[in-house]
Each structure stands twice: as C-alpha cells, then as structure tokens.
C-alpha cells in the first residue's frame, strides 16, 4: 500500500458541530502532517506528528485538535469553526525526508 | 493585498517545448527542496527533491537546479505534455527537516 487516504473527500459542517477528519498510510511513515489550503494559495503547515507525537504546532487555533492514535492514523478534530475554515485539508506522510500527500478533505463551513 | 494573493503566476508554453518554471526561497538554513506538482481537485504530488550539497539534479524528464548563492530553485521539464497542466509548488525544509514550508505556487498552461 503506497498511498495516503483521507476521509471524508467532502464535509459540510455548521459553526456548532463537531466532526473529524481521518488519514491513514500503511507505507511505515513515522511522521504524519496536516495541512490548510485555501483557494490558489500553497499549503499552510498546521500540525506535525513524529512517532505518534506532536512535534509542531504552527499557532493553530484551538478549535483544531489533532491526534494520533497509532503510526498509522492521524486524526484533526474540528469544534466551534468558523466560515474562514473553509478549505482543503491535507495530511502528509513521511518516511525520511520528501512528503506523500493524500488528496485531501474539502471542508465547508456554514 | 488579498486580491494580489487570488491570481497565481502563470506559464504558457507550447505542447512540445520545454518549461523551465522558477522559485525563490527566503530561508538561509534551508538545506533541502522539493518540487510539487498538484493538479486540479487532488493532494500535491512529489515531483523531484535536491539537497543543498547539490546543484544539479535529473529525474525522467525532469531537472531540479539549486543557485544557493542567490537563493534561486528551478525545475525544467523536458517536452512538455497536456498532462503537465497543474499547479507546480517549491517547498524547502526551513530550520528543522520536519517542516516542509511551500512556495507561493505557478500554473503551467500547455498551449496545443
């Protein structure tokens, strides 16, 4: 398995819920990532995870909660987000160096 | 401004010819680079990596040159295809290897 999945492709949410996204690699990747990307810009880093721990924290907003359950999964927990939210979430993977990107969560916030 | 942010650079280039699109990274301790390539709907894609003890570095149709002296990055592709089309992002590793900072990004357009 050579690939990094995410779920869901797509997520409607109100500024009350609370949802999670989901992504998992089986390539034995030790680091994990999540990314922001708005609408013609680059990727913003939000979050990485080395061996299951949180090792950057770009000054996220609390209402986006990380975890990592095991070196496989990555969690982002989304509470309280607001309508600037909206956007493509990426996670990453990393065995060494070079990142393998799955195809991202396309967040809308209503 | 925010409206400056929403026009990417753009490439034209003709079916056939080769693309040579350009990055300039702002970090002094960078020591490695990445090329990405995202097309439309998807997550980026690896294209091609070089370290900073390089200055040269081929792949299959691809080249990746590094200038450290003013810090300058830029990837060739050799005859390009319609299936180069995409979004092309330089990304460098910063002060620490685990954090990858992307480039502001250029559209490649293949002219017919």
């Known amino acids: 398995d050579t690939e990094v999945t995410q779920t869901p492709k797509h997520l409607v949410m109100g500024m009350t819920n609370k949802k999670s996204l989901k992504c998992e690699q089986h390539m034995g990747h030790r680091a994990m990532y999540w990314y922001k990307q708005k609408a013609k810009k680059p990727p913003e880093l939000m979050f990485v995870y080395s061996y299951e721990k949180l090792s950057i924290n770009e000054s996220v907003p609390s209402r986006f909660s990380p975890e990592c359950p095991n070196s496989s999964l990555l969690n982002l927990h989304l509470h309280a987000l607001q309508p600037e939210d909206s956007a493509l979430y990426l996670c990453?993977?990393?065995?060494?160096?070079?990142?393998?990107f799955g195809p991202g969560t396309r967040l809308t916030v209503l | 401004g925010e409206s400056v942010g929403l026009h990417l650079p753009t490439l034209s280039v003709q079916e056939g010819d080769n693309s040579i699109i350009n990055c300039a990274y702002s970090?002094?301790?960078?020591?490695?680079f990445i090329w990405y390539k995202q097309e439309s709907g998807k997550g980026p894609q690896f294209i091609i990596d070089i370290r900073s003890n390089m200055d040269k570095r081929q792949g299959q149709r691809v080249t990746v040159l590094l200038n450290k002296t003013v810090k300058h990055l830029s990837l060739q592709i050799a005859a390009t295809q319609p299936g180069d089309s995409a979004v092309y992002f330089c990304?460098?590793?910063?002060?620490?290897?685990?954090?990858?900072?992307f480039g502001k990004g250029t559209r490649l357009h293949i002219l017919p």
């Open positions: 970090n002094s301790a960078s020591d490695y």
């Open positions: 990453a993977s990393s065995l060494t160096s070079g990142l393998f």
């Open positions: 990304a460098e590793n910063g002060e620490r290897d685990d954090k990858i900072i």
